[in-house]
């Protein structure tokens, strides 16, 4: 298979992928390989002493959240004599907003890409403020992991298995048409999966007191459907990995210190370089030299297709990554320079429901000299603060430029 025909393939896995929300379930008993000592994170792979701040800071959470550790100093010494091991989410088929951690009795999304039969998982999300996910580990934060993963995890799961599954595709489609890029804003689609969800939680046997609390978190967490859009995009763009010959890239995520992708052609390895720190808006009494460098697996969004690619449609984002209408509609346009085709059934109102640019290129990026543009938080650079921002950021080219390496060795050029 030449390349062209290697990339409409990867194009048609793509579009083809049906991704389902079937359920949540604890990550040891759902996703492949995990177990009670490793902790996932988002990004490549990286050791210890090469991790951030907000990613040291979620790991330090993440097992005084298991009880492996009762201090943050035994959780440390348990990283660093090697008790506990650090792996990406990406190769457990999962992803994870920010710093991405995942513990073995975390309640995770389950999303079926019913194209394939196969299966992606996000953890839940925590919603604002000092949360795990930007590295924050008080006791607060823990409290509101156990509440979510005793009360808020199984009424979903069970109100989803009330509902047969929830269609994501479509929903994705919806909140794209109401004002969301599906990245950094999902006002809308947090809505349409709160009200979704609604009539069944009423109906799973919650206590009155337990019901107001998850019908609360949905009205106030404008990112709560973020978590399962991420698992939604990772089964979708796992489809369409493992084509030889493709140059389409099938992962993009960060880990606070490098920018990784893979791409479909060359297997599961990495092309990575230092991650580049955010350019945006910052929380009172917070600036650029507070800032970690990029981290996070949401990203998968930007690689099908939605995100920072879908920017024409969420005018209003400007507002919180600091930029202006106009260039929410350059965004979009300028990723159909580097995207193999186009999805129709994420259409676009501002561009007469033009489908959104899908599909990257390495080939594109490189010529053109365009990197993919990506909507962001933006983690305080030590452990224990969490969010202080939100902009933009574009991957380093060089992790594009090495793959294209790869890929012309790989076929002989």
Not at 30 to 35: E, L, S
Not at 214 to 241: G, S
Request: with cysteine; charged share 20%.
């Amino acid at each position: 298979m030449d390349i062209a025909a290697a990339n409409q393939e990867a194009l048609r896995r793509l579009l083809a992928a049906q991704p389902v929300l079937v359920g949540t379930a604890r990550a040891r008993d759902v996703i492949p390989g995990m177990h009670d000592r490793l902790v996932l994170h988002a990004g490549p792979p990286i050791t210890w002493d090469r991790a951030s701040g907000p990613l040291r800071g979620a790991v330090i959470g993440g097992l005084l959240f298991e009880g492996l550790a009762r201090t943050e100093e035994e959780a440390v010494r348990l990283v660093e004599q090697g008790e506990v091991v650090l792996e990406p989410t990406h190769h457990h088929a999962a992803v994870g907003p920010m710093a991405g951690v995942t513990t073995a009795s975390m309640v995770v999304y389950v999303v079926e890409n019913r194209a394939t039969g196969t299966r992606a998982y996000c953890n839940l999300n925590e919603g604002y403020g000092k949360v795990l996910r930007y590295g924050a580990y008080s006791e607060e934060v823990l409290a509101r992991l156990r509440w979510m993963n005793d009360v808020l995890g199984p009424a979903v799961g069970a109100a989803l298995e009330r509902m047969g599954g929830l269609d994501m595709k479509a929903l994705i489609a919806r909140q794209l048409t109401m004002g969301d890029e599906g990245h950094n804003r999902n006002v809308a689609g947090s809505a349409l999966f709160g009200r979704l969800l609604a009539p069944h939680l009423a109906r799973v046997g919650l206590p009155p007191d337990a019901l107001e609390q998850v019908l609360r978190y949905f009205a106030d967490n404008d990112l709560a459907v973020l978590n399962p859009v991420m698992a939604a995009c990772k089964a979708t763009a796992d489809a369409a990995h493992g084509i030889p010959g493709s140059t389409v890239v099938t992962c993009m995520a960060r880990n606070g210190t490098d920018f990784g992708i893979r791409v479909s052609g060359l297997g599961d390895r990495w092309f990575t370089a230092p991650a580049e720190v955010p350019v945006g808006l910052y929380f009172p009494g917070f600036a650029a030299d507070d800032a970690n460098p990029d981290i996070g697996d949401s990203t998968i969004t930007e690689t099908v297709g939605i995100g920072a690619f879908a920017m024409a449609a969420a005018p209003a984002i400007v507002k919180f990554v600091g930029g202006t209408p106009r260039e929410a509609m350059d965004a979009t346009l300028e990723m159909y320079e580097i995207t193999v085709g186009e999805n129709p059934a994420f259409g676009l109102p501002p561009l007469d429901f033009r489908g959104t640019p899908t599909g990257i290129d390495v080939r594109k990026v490189v010529r053109t000299g365009i990197t993919p543009r990506i909507n962001t938080g933006i983690a305080h650079r030590r452990p224990g603060i969490g969010q202080i921002g939100a902009g933009l950021v574009r991957p380093p080219m060089a992790c594009f430029e090495r793959a294209l390496e790869a890929l012309a060795t790989a076929l002989g050029r």
